[in-house]
């Protein structure tokens, strides 16, 4: 069958700072899809290589909206899809002549696969020595770990996300969204742009290589360098933190708070306006050293008085006197508590007869704003003359 796909035939997206860039998309679920969704979103042509079944998120549901499935939504605005079988000849050799010309290429396979497909990095090279070239996998390509699943769960298992989740009642608690891909993909969009820069400047691409164990270790931040410095894995502290007290929940007559100080300062405001200056001023709780020891005794005192007060009330209290404090929202909350703050925190994208909600951007760019142009893509028809699916 003779195809008459190219790039020339994806309609050019709305200008963005990255206008004119070319990203050939071979991932799928969430950690490539989040990050070519990202760079649709700031303007670059992104066209998304499907197999005939499509990427395994079309079908991870419920929930399902309009007959598809919500989780497929969250990644992957702003691209065209086109149904290619990789292990084809002539759907193979469509998809290299797509690399030739890309700027950018994402994948997500187990290590290995794009090389044995030959559509690898050292393959494209030889055609196109400036494309950056992005791998995001589980482990790396070590003997020890190819072969290793990469689904988020794992790794935040194996990485240590879970043990510093939860509390001692619990056990081990995953986070409840698959936070390790979107670290990974934040991490490996960053790594592409600095790429795309030093391939401005000198015409030359490279790989980039993200491990989402990587990302997530180098994610845990303040808890990692208290395992490298100390020798000691941290312990699950459930809302608490490790190193900062009050910085937690605490308890209202109606449910709970989030309270934030992070200082002395803020510690002094929540006693004066709580009728606890004693505490306050005690040597006990009077460092924040001091109260991390203490931390027990202290959300005593302090509950003592928020457990008769509604969370409106504490809530009201607290931010009076420039305490960090807030409600703990469920999702309907949280975009409610975003719109009030002027944040506009959904968008709907109308493309012929379909309209799909999406959650906005956080990127404020003032000269080149984000667009929203596409929704999600349809499946399009497998081995099809028509294009791809917007």
């Given at each position: 069958m003779t195809r008459r796909f190219s790039w020339d035939g994806v309609d050019d997206p709305p200008a963005g700072s990255l206008h004119g860039v070319r990203v050939l998309d071979f991932s799928r679920i969430l950690a490539g899809p989040y990050l070519t969704m990202l760079y649709g979103d700031l303007g670059a042509k992104v066209i998304k290589v499907e197999r005939a079944e499509g990427d395994d998120t079309r079908r991870w549901g419920p929930p399902f909206a309009q007959g598809e499935a919500t989780y497929f939504w969250g990644s992957n605005r702003n691209k065209h899809s086109i149904v290619l079988d990789l292990k084809n000849h002539d759907d193979r050799a469509l998809a290299l002549e797509l690399a030739e010309t890309a700027d950018v290429v994402v994948e997500n396979f187990r290590p290995g696969v794009m090389d044995r497909l030959g559509l690898g990095y050292e393959d494209i090279l030889k055609t196109n020595p400036g494309v950056v070239f992005c791998s995001i996998s589980a482990?790396?390509?070590?003997?020890?770990?190819?072969?290793?699943?990469?689904?988020?769960?794992?790794?935040?298992?194996?990485?240590?996300?879970?043990?510093?989740?939860?509390?001692?009642?619990?056990?081990?608690?995953?986070?409840?969204?698959?936070?390790?891909?979107?670290?990974?993909?934040?991490?490996?969009?960053?790594?592409?742009?600095?790429?795309?820069?030093?391939?401005?400047?000198?015409?030359?691409?490279?790989?980039?290589?993200?491990?989402?164990?990587?990302?997530?270790?180098?994610?845990?931040?303040?808890?990692?360098?208290?395992?490298?410095?100390t020798g000691e894995s941290p312990a699950r502290i459930g809302n608490q933190h490790p190193s900062i007290a009050p910085y937690q929940t605490i308890r209202a007559a109606d449910g709970e708070v989030a309270l934030a100080c992070g200082n002395d300062r803020q510690f002094q405001n929540l006693c004066r306006v709580l009728g606890l200056e004693g505490v306050g001023t005690s040597e006990e709780f009077g460092t924040n050293s001091a109260r991390v020891v203490n931390r027990a005794a202290l959300i005593e005192h302090i509950e003592e008085v928020t457990a008769e007060l509604t969370a409106s009330e504490v809530i009201d209290r607290l931010t009076g006197a420039g305490v960090p404090v807030g409600p703990v929202n469920d999702i309907a909350e949280a975009f409610a508590t975003a719109a009030i703050y002027g944040l506009e925190p959904r968008i709907d994208i109308t493309a012929g007869d379909r309209t799909v909600p999406q959650v906005t951007s956080p990127m404020r760019l003032s000269r080149t704003p984000v667009r929203y142009y596409l929704p999600p893509p349809r499946l399009p028809a497998a081995h099809g003359e028509e294009g791809p699916n917007a």
């Open positions: 482990f790396g390509d070590s003997p020890a770990a190819a072969d290793l699943a990469g689904y988020d769960l794992l790794v935040q298992a194996v990485g240590g996300l879970m043990s510093i989740t939860g509390t001692d009642e619990s056990g081990p608690i995953k986070v409840g969204v698959a936070l390790v891909d979107v670290l990974a993909s934040l991490h490996a969009a960053v790594g592409v742009l600095a790429a795309l820069r030093h391939r401005d400047a000198t015409g030359e691409g490279q790989r980039v290589e993200v491990t989402l164990l990587q990302a997530l270790l180098a994610s845990l931040t303040n808890q990692a360098t208290a395992y490298l410095g």
